[in-house]
């Protein structure tokens, strides 16, 4: 089984950072993928960003990068979400998932969930 747990979450002034951490505690091969999601109110959960569980590979929407980066703290066992110059739209419930695929991006591809973070953005 895996669980994951997000942190870092809060409130900021648009412009501003935060970083995002996702703390995974896994068996050996059960996750091959950590991404990123989020969901505003009255809205579908959206693909962020993903990462490989050994950090070899990312991928961001087909938007692309962004703002948001996507690493991993191989030492810390976490995978972190550098969000930068945010704004009010930014404002969600920020999602860890689990994987055993290779970086894909649909919800339904992300058998692990954590129970997210808050992060608010204020004009």
């Known amino acids: 089984q895996a669980q994951l747990v997000e942190s870092g979450g809060g409130l900021v002034q648009a412009g501003g950072s935060l970083r995002l951490s996702c703390a995974a505690s896994?068996?050996?091969?059960?996750?091959?993928?950590v991404a990123w999601f989020r969901q505003a109110p009255g809205k579908e959960r959206e693909f962020v960003a993903a990462?490989?569980?050994?950090?070899?590979?990312?991928r961001y929407p087909d938007s692309g990068k962004g703002r948001f980066t996507i690493s991993r703290d191989n030492a810390k066992n976490t995978v972190n979400l550098q969000m930068d110059s945010l704004k009010p739209e930014d404002t969600a419930i920020y999602y860890c998932?689990?994987?055993?695929?290779?970086?894909?991006?649909?919800?339904?591809?992300?058998?692990?969930w954590g129970q997210g973070t808050q992060v608010t953005v204020s004009s």
């Open positions: 896994i068996r050996a091969f059960v996750i091959s993928t």
């Open positions: 998932a689990g994987s055993t695929g290779v970086v894909p991006v649909s919800v339904d591809s992300y058998k692990y």
């Open positions: 990462i490989t569980w050994h950090g070899a590979s990312t």
